[in-house]
């Protein structure tokens, strides 16, 4: 009997998933695994999700008579023990993309091979794999290093149809139990719960996508990132669906457009990660040889109190808390905090990176770096330039009535909108009667936004010796 195992790795589910598939087709039996290991690489939050995840991947191949095996012990070693002790001669799995990933699966393919056993890697999680977009350049060594050519390219590719269900059929009895965990998630794990996620955000805010998600307070996006990171959906399956609410001949032209914005999200993503594949140096230095050698600061003070939501920008610090308390952040918020983090308070952007990778439930090490360089200034893109934004401007543009807000600062739920934007514009009357400006209360704003940005753009201009963007 021919017998293989499917190494589950950041790809939890049973739907389009071509390595599973693959390794159904070539065996009579293929027992699941997943490496206890691959845990303690992620944040809190995230093992905690993964964990969950695993639980509900387990019931499900429960319900056929197969199981998930807990394989324990340092990743390569545990995969190649179980592999021997459930008479494997192949293992198959999801291809890694970035650095730390692609080491293991290297080292795998080495012991396994050592062992006698073959490993069989498949298209990972992304619409198109990394070489099948960079074969349209002219040099497809390299990857795309600037996103407007690598999404026209990705654009012009065929998405294939995405496969059905798919379950592993080994029961080993031996299967171990999964590691205890008590932390609670903000989102509900698994393959069914990131279905129901899609299938809301189709139905109700595909069609709005482009005019709602900018403003944090309208929960207008997905939710799917999670869902994503961790494999409970395929990007595949995401896109299938966007395309075919596209493709109807009743889908108004505005209602099209707007998907389409959701979708260049989707080769934003894919880009990332082929930049991560092609470029691995982004997971530790600027990309932009010239911004290598400029002078970030590291002051612990001001570290603390953005990341604690106290820099006294209502924006910033509602991203920042929602960060903490809920391990997710709207995107306009995420780059306005990220913004304020580098160029108002001069921070390393490779603190704020940290952050994100240890409180983020979707952190993904090419996402986050990819997108940290890019606001920074410091990334592969053509334009790149410090993009800072006024915290106050763009919380009057995109929270105008202080939802969100009101939503992550419980001390300015009181004021009006306008107040609750701007706290420290707040006459100094209204000011001792809410408390406000104590040591318990909201703070005053830590720095003035105009005075420290135009000293960053001085001290950049000087570094450069370019001249730079005005500021949005
Ligand atoms: C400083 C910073 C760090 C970030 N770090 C991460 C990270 O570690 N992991 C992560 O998944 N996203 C990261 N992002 C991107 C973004 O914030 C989230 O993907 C998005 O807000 C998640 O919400 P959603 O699923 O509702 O997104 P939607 O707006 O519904 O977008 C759909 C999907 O498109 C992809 N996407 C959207 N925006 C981006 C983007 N800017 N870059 C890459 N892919 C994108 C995501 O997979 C997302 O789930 C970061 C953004 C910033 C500004």
Request: proline residues 6%; charged residues 25%.
């Amino acid at each position: 009997m021919n017998t293989s195992l499917f190494w589950f790795r950041r790809d939890l589910r049973l739907t389009d998933n071509p390595g599973l598939n693959a390794a159904r087709g070539a065996s009579d039996r293929v027992y699941a695994v997943f490496c206890e290991d691959e845990l303690p690489r992620l944040n809190e939050r995230q093992r905690s999700f993964v964990i969950a995840c695993l639980g509900t991947l387990r019931t499900a191949l429960g319900k056929q008579d197969a199981t998930l095996t807990i394989a324990i012990g340092p990743c390569v070693d545990a995969l190649v023990a179980t592999a021997r002790r459930l008479g494997a001669t192949a293992v198959f799995s999801s291809r890694a993309y970035t650095r730390a990933e692609r080491e293991i699966e290297a080292n795998a393919d080495k012991a396994l091979a050592a062992a006698g056993i073959a490993l069989r890697t498949f298209r990972g999680d992304v619409v198109h794999e990394p070489a099948a977009v960079a074969q349209l350049k002219q040099s497809p060594g390299e990857g795309y290093r600037v996103f407007p050519p690598f999404l026209a390219a990705w654009e012009s590719l065929d998405v294939d149809v995405p496969s059905g269900e798919t379950y592993p059929n080994g029961r080993d009895e031996q299967a171990g139990v999964l590691p205890a965990d008590g932390t609670e998630n903000s989102i509900a794990p698994g393959e069914a719960a990131a279905s129901v996620t899609l299938e809301k955000f189709t139905t109700a805010r595909a069609a709005d996508y482009a005019v709602n998600a900018p403003y944090p307070g309208r929960d207008a996006a997905s939710n799917l990132a999670p869902y994503l990171r961790f494999g409970c959906i395929s990007p595949r399956i995401v896109h299938q669906a966007i395309a075919r609410r596209m493709s109807w001949s009743w889908t108004l032209a505005s209602e099209r457009s707007s998907m389409g914005v959701f979708m260049h999200q989707l080769a934003r993503r894919d880009f990332f990660i082929q930049l991560a594949h092609y470029a691995p140096e982004v997971h530790d230095e600027a990309l932009q040889e010239k911004m290598r050698a400029f002078p970030w600061s590291n002051d612990p003070a001001m570290i603390d109190v953005w990341r604690e939501g106290r820099t006294g920008y209502p924006l910033v610090d509602a991203a920042m808390r929602q960060l903490r308390t809920q391990g997710l952040v709207h995107q306009r918020a995420a780059i306005c905090a990220a913004s304020f983090c580098c160029f108002d308070l001069g921070l390393d952007w490779r603190v704020g990176r940290q952050v994100w990778m240890d409180q983020y439930l979707a952190a993904d090490e090419a996402l986050c770096d990819g997108n940290w360089q890019w606001l920074a200034g410091v990334g592969s893109d053509q334009a790149a330039y410090p993009r800072i934004y006024n915290p106050e401007k763009q919380a009057r543009q995109f929270d105008a009535q202080a939802v969100y807000v009101r939503r992550w600062i419980p001390e300015l739920k009181k004021l009006p909108s306008a107040a609750a934007l701007a706290p420290w514009r707040v006459d100094h009357q209204h000011q001792i009667e809410l408390g406000f400006f104590t040591p318990k209360q909201y703070p005053r704003p830590i720095v003035d936004h105009e005075k420290v940005a135009r000293e960053f753009l001085a001290r950049y201009r000087s570094f450069v010796s370019e001249p730079v963007r005005p500021e949005r």
